[in-house]
């Protein structure tokens, strides 16, 4: 399974923010059932390895769009951290639900870890809410898999390389994976997209994660 990140892209949009930068209070972002422990391959090429990870949606209850970034740890059956989980951000809108896939540190399985704790550690509201967008969402079930399909919408007026994320969920509403794609798209342009969920998914999304001007 392929993991992505966007810190880089807040680290960025923090650094380059003006004073009129703000923050939402981070009891408005809510986590969303039981996280997902995996483990899988992550990365690709030379840079695959088998290592440890969670699902886990978050929920912005606020009424503006935020960067959410989320970090945590890895426990065992008697609550102690085994490990830590990279943090990972997200724009999540305002009253939408998003994935986040937090990776071990160490990117290393974790065969005694039976649980996770997941901490809220940011909420960056940016000048302006980001330029790339997900429009004309549809979604249906071709025998036990949900297919999902939707255009990435270039805002801006330069090429761009989108990473474009998928999340598919089992009838428990439990996360089941979370595969990407990276879709380069000309200034002010679309593109479709679609993904296809594994057997026993019955709810899909797509989403924007990092963007490359």
């Known amino acids: 399974m392929k993991v992505a990140t966007t810190l ?11 004073t009129k930068a703000r923050h939402l209070d981070l009891d408005a972002i809510e986590i969303v059932g039981t996280p997902h422990l995996r483990t899988d391959t992550v990365g690709e090429g030379k840079f695959a390895e ?3 990870f969670v699902l886990v949606d978050a929920k912005n209850n606020a009424g503006e769009g935020a960067y959410v970034t989320l970090g945590g740890s890895l426990t065992d059956a008697s609550d102690q951290p085994l490990g830590t989980l990279n943090p990972q951000s997200l724009w999540i809108p305002p009253h ?3 994935t986040f896939a937090l990776l071990d540190s160490e990117r290393k ?3 005694g870890s039976t649980s996770a704790t997941i901490l809220v550690r940011g909420a960056f509201v940016p000048k302006d809410p980001p330029r ?3 429009e004309e969402l549809t979604s249906y079930q071709d025998q036990d ?7 990435v919408v270039n805002q801006a007026p330069r090429v761009g ?5 998928a999340s598919f969920h089992d009838k428990q509403d439990r996360p089941l994976t979370r595969p990407y794609s990276m879709v380069p798209v000309a200034g002010n342009a679309k593109k479709p997209v679609q993904f296809v969920g594994p057997p026993g998914s019955v709810r899909g999304t797509i989403f924007v994660g990092d963007v490359l001007y």
Do not use: D
Request: with cysteine; glycine share 6%; proline share 6%.
């Open 8 to 18: 880089a892209l807040v680290v960025a949009l923090v650094g380059c923010s003006n």
């Open 50 to 52: 088998t290592a440890a």
């Open 96 to 98: 939408e639900v998003r």
């Open 109 to 111: 399985p974790r065969p």
């Open 132 to 134: 790339a967008v997900i």
């Open 145 to 151: 898999h949900t297919v999902v399909q939707g255009f």
């Open 161 to 165: 390389n989108l990473i474009v994320i």
